[in-house]
């Protein structure tokens, strides 16, 4: 490839993955061991930096080497309602809500035909639940209590304890759950 492609892309990659974390040159200096005028010197496109150099920044802003000098990727994806994963149990859908795995967290669309009941298996220890009812009529059992949430009630509680959602109105109940894994200093 062109080596001022490389220089041009690198440059441009950098200052976006720079300020999509909210680092300023300066953080990043002191996060990747690199000067912050050699930083400012790739911002604006001076070529030839060092593997050295080019690690240290990519280590600091967690990305590979290749995504450093890559054309850069576009800032967004559409996702159609199709294209996202879909499980299907007896009466509800379980929808991913957000298209990428992100590790440990689970966010999940569910909608409940009338009547239609879903047991969760508990989480690993320490994890918390959020559901979140958008429409309809959704209960909620853990092991100890029964709360019946309406349209804009959110509920947090233990993940890691029998749990099972009912649709207890006359039509379909969507919610969306949010499982957060070991989330410390959440009181529930």
Same mark, same amino acid.
């Given at each position: 490839?062109?080596?001022?492609?490389?220089?041009?892309?690198?440059?441009?990659?950098?200052?976006?993955?720079?300020?999509?974390?909210?680092?300023?040159?300066?953080?990043?200096?002191?996060?990747? $061991?690199?000067?912050?005028? !050699?930083?400012?010197?790739?911002?604006?496109?001076? %070529?030839?930096?060092?593997?050295? +150099?080019? #690690?240290?920044?990519?280590?600091?802003?967690?990305? !590979?080497?290749?995504?450093?000098?890559? %054309?850069? /990727?576009?800032? *967004?994806?559409?996702?159609?309602?199709?294209?996202?994963?879909?499980?299907?149990?007896?009466?509800?859908?379980?929808?991913?809500?957000?298209?990428? #795995?992100?590790?440990?967290?689970?966010?999940?669309?569910?909608?409940?035909? @009338? *009547?239609?009941?879903?047991? $969760?298996?508990?989480?690993?220890?320490?994890?918390?639940?959020?559901?979140?009812?958008?429409?309809?009529?959704? #209960?909620?059992?853990?092991?100890?209590?029964?709360?019946?949430?309406? %349209?804009?009630?959110?509920?947090?509680?233990?993940?890691?304890?029998?749990?099972?959602?009912?649709?207890? $109105? /006359? *039509?379909?109940?969507? #919610?969306?759950?949010?499982?957060? @894994?070991?989330? +410390?200093?959440?009181? +529930?």
């Amino acid at each position: 490839m062109d080596p001022d492609r490389l220089s041009a892309h690198l440059s441009r990659n950098l200052r976006l993955l720079r300020e999509a974390r909210g680092l300023t040159q300066q953080e990043l200096a002191q996060a990747s $061991g690199v000067p912050r005028p !050699t930083l400012a010197r790739l911002e604006c496109g001076s %070529p030839n930096p060092t593997l050295s +150099v080019m #690690a240290r920044v990519a280590g600091a802003l967690g990305v !590979t080497l290749e995504e450093l000098v890559s %054309p850069p /990727k576009t800032f *967004g994806r559409h996702y159609r309602v199709d294209e996202l994963p879909i499980r299907h149990r007896p009466g509800v859908a379980l929808r991913a809500v957000v298209p990428d #795995a992100v590790p440990g967290l689970t966010v999940e669309r569910m909608a409940f035909a @009338p *009547g239609a009941r879903l047991t $969760g298996a508990p989480h690993s220890p320490g994890t918390r639940e959020y559901l979140i009812c958008e429409t309809g009529q959704l #209960a909620l059992r853990t092991a100890a209590d029964r709360w019946v949430l309406e %349209p804009g009630d959110v509920i947090v509680y233990r993940g890691d304890q029998p749990h099972a959602y009912t649709n207890v $109105g /006359k *039509g379909e109940a969507v #919610a969306y759950t949010i499982v957060v @894994p070991g989330a +410390v200093g959440v009181p +529930v």
